[in-house]
């Protein structure tokens, strides 16, 4: 299907098609292993083993490089694996970049897999370009962007580091998760490739994990990382890719919900004596407000806070609340939250004061006052 129709359509269509022996309108799952030869041995309808191809998988990796705008799509068993397979193309002494606020999960595959291999990781504040330059080497190979970024929802320049790493020799890659290619688009500013924990908002039930690499070119680049898809053989299952494929068609209207939500609890926490910042691109007083607004259609669905209490005061408000639910995950329809320093290791940047929340598609007024109700239970003297 070709990017002529617009975003919400292609959700609805793209990868999509009709059954032409039965007429069904939703596609089967194929749970078959294996597939029938030719008589002449060959495999002319396309797929041999379930490792290699699978139907379902087909489907979902047509509809999301569609949503993208991009060339290509290789789906896998969850978003760590994605990640992983773009960094199994590189060599030992290559150099990545790779943002100090960032998914500790990316930062933990680089610091204790890669670096064994001798792959070199610089961490850097991406919100200066500068920064960045100066981390620049010759061997440097990937300039890694999260924008925004977990925890703390700092949003980078898409497009200035995408000119900078190309500059360079490098491949820009960005992990598009918390934004969705709803109200971001990373290949259309410039990046090379895309990845994304479909566990996240593309499922959006909380009940399927996995991850996807959608590259801008399908070149010999991405046929490193089909390699390292069909050679390591971390793929999603049939059933999973269908959980992914009936969930896409309500992407974009379910990013509605989490972005008004979002925006509206920041907005209410930021007028709260209790809370010491806000972290959402969001709000007119973020520092990354003009960045987020310039390549962004919307702010997302996910912010963070920082109470005065600190850590006692984070921990207490987060056992009184009772309808956000304390949980490590965020794309769900369900609201979360969570102490994020507690769950993401020592080289985490959240502050022990920060709550980190997922908001979700409940009405906005019972999210209100159920953090309204939290608050008003923690003690005064953590406003001072």
Known sequence: MTNRYRIETLAVHAGHAVDGGTGAVTE?????????????GGYERGYMY?????????????????????AACAAFSSGVAAATSIFQGLAPGDHVIAPRDGYYGTSNVLRHLFAKWGIATSFVDMTQLDAVRASLTPSTRIVWIETPSNPLLR?????????????????????????????????????????YSTTKYLGGRGDV?????????????????????????????????????????????????????????????????????????????????????????????????????GKEAAMALAANVGLFTRATSFGSVESLIEHHASIAGPHSTAPQGLLRVSAGIEHIDDL??????????LPRGDAA
């Open 209 to 309: 994990l996995g991850g996807v690499v959608i590259c801008r070119a399908d070149d010999e680049h991405f046929a490193q990382i089909r390699a390292a898809q069909v050679f390591g053989g971390a793929v999603p299952s049939p059933f999973d890719c269908w959980l992914l494929m009936r969930s896409l068609s309500t992407l974009p209207y379910r990013m509605q919900a989490h972005c008004s939500n979002a925006q509206q609890l920041a907005q209410f926490l930021e007028a709260s004596p209790l809370v010491a910042a806000v972290h959402y691109p969001g709000l007119e007083s973020s520092p990354f407000h003009a960045v987020a607004k310039r390549q962004m259609s919307r702010f997302g669905g996910m912010l963070s806070f920082e109470l005065k209490g």
């Open 368 to 377: 209100v006052d159920d953090l309204a109700s939290a608050l008003s239970r």
């Open 155 to 195: 949003c980078v320049d898409i497009a200035g580091l995408a000119e900078l790493a190309h500059a360079h020799g490098a491949r820009a890659v960005a992990d598009n998760t918390f934004a969705s290619p709803i109200i971001q688009q990373p290949l259309a500013l410039g990046c090379d490739l895309v990845t």
């Open 28 to 40: 089967a799952i194929q749970l078959s292993t294996t597939f029938e030869r030719d008589v002449d």
């Open 50 to 70: 379930g490792r290699n191809r699978n139907p379902n998988r087909s489907s979902l990796e047509s509809a999301l490089a569609a949503l993208e705008g991009g």
